[in-house]
């Protein structure tokens, strides 16, 4: 298998395996519980949180576990509504952001909020003016995602905070979960008050995500019950998937930008007619190429066919026709109709590069081929 879809999402590592296996098999205590085997579930909580406020570098009284990187960027989004609505109305995202942030935010346009949306630029960066001119004396809110899942393109959280620091009731929230674990990340440099992430792009397991805020900002829960998570997040704690969060993020290793760079140089050199969408500056996770006259989701199945996985666009979006990012970076429909994303871990190869650039002279060419020839009987 050369599996090129990890911004979809990633294997588990053994160490993630191994964690999860010793958690569900030996500490089965509810953490909330009083005597021994409660306790050391609640260790192993801890353990796994004091892990995770390191990579990022927070406090653990920072961290709060969730189900996934939807449930952080949902808490974030409508706490920090409700924290502010108040105070006033604007509040302004990407045209870019993944499902999980941009159904909130048209959620939150119906119950009264002002939403603006920043655009972004034709090489995929974000239009920095744009955002300028969308701020006001009503913005309380401002959601920008860290680095994009279909393009990789990475946006200037630094300077955004910097720029907000003029607006000081604002609250500021970082969807990173494309960017955890392929960038590094370290929220009091980034000047962020919130960031999502989630254990299943990280070799965790999926069903695990977790929210950092900041200390002294208070925002209302999203999931009310028990008080779980200093009242936070609600809910018995998912022991092994924080377990095997934990491991995973302490064995993390970082996306190289080689294999990126020598799969886009192969593929210029060696095949025609293609058109790179991801910026010259984005992550090394993901690299967005559209093959003019190809259908993106016909190659896909041909490369399945020998066991590579890549995708068209991210994979919550895949099942609907087109791509929003794509779209709105202003694509012609062929290059949007073409495009393939590979993403990568800190485990592919640049022999497993060779194999999909030969697959691909193969597939891509023989899909011209047809096509041409469908146009001329
Ligand atoms: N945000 C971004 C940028 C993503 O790419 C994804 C998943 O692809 C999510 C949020 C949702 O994360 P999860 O699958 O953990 O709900």
């Not at 630094?158 to 000081?168: D, F, N, R, V």
């Amino acid at each position: 298998m050369i599996y090129l879809d990890n911004s979809a999402t990633t294997k588990p590592s053994k160490e993630c395996i191994e964690a999860m296996n010793d958690a569900l098999a030996m500490n089965f205590g509810n953490p909330s519980s009083l005597y021994r085997i409660g306790l050391d579930a609640e260790k192993i909580v801890k353990h796994a949180r004091e892990i995770i406020a390191k990579s990022i570098g927070a406090d653990p009284g920072e961290i709060y576990f969730t189900s996934c990187g939807t449930e952080s960027d949902n808490t974030a989004i409508y706490g920090a509504w409700n924290a502010r609505k108040k105070q006033g109305k604007r509040i302004i995202t990407t045209a870019v952001e993944h499902p999980a942030v941009l159904r909130c935010f048209e959620k939150l346009a119906n119950e009264g909020a002002d939403v603006k949306y920043i655009p972004v630029l034709p090489d995929g960066n974000l239009d920095m003016e744009a955002f300028r001119s969308l701020l006001s004396d009503d913005t309380v809110f401002v959601s920008v995602m860290h680095v994009n899942n279909e393009t990789g393109a990475v946006f200037p959280i630094e300077e955004i905070a910097k720029e907000l620091k003029k607006y000081p009731d604002v609250i500021f929230h970082s969807d990173c979960v494309q960017s955890y674990g392929k960038l590094p990340i370290d929220v009091k440099s980034l000047g962020v008050d919130m960031i999502s992430i989630s254990g299943h792009k990280v070799h965790a397991a999926k069903g695990i995500g977790a929210i950092y805020l900041r200390s002294g900002l208070h925002i209302q829960p999203y999931v009310f019950g028990g008080g779980q998570e200093s009242g936070f997040r609600s809910g018995t704690e998912n022991v092994p998937g924080i377990a095997g969060f934990g491991a995973a993020v302490e064995n993390m290793h970082m996306v190289k930008p080689d294999v990126k760079e020598y799969l886009k140089k192969r593929l210029l050199e060696e095949i025609e007619d293609i058109q790179i969408n991801s910026p010259e500056n984005g992550a090394p996770s993901v690299l967005n190429v559209s093959f003019i006259g190809c259908r993106g989701e016909v190659l896909l199945h041909m490369l399945e066919q020998d066991g590579i996985y890549v995708s068209t666009g991210s994979a919550c979006s895949s099942h609907k026709k087109g791509s929003h990012v794509l779209t709105a970076q202003g694509l012609k429909p062929e290059a949007i109709e073409g495009a393939v994303r590979f993403s990568f871990s800190f485990d592919n190869t640049a022999e497993e590069i060779d194999t999909v650039v030969e697959k691909l002279k193969q597939y891509v060419g023989m899909q011209r081929r047809l096509r041409k020839a469908a146009k001329r009987s």
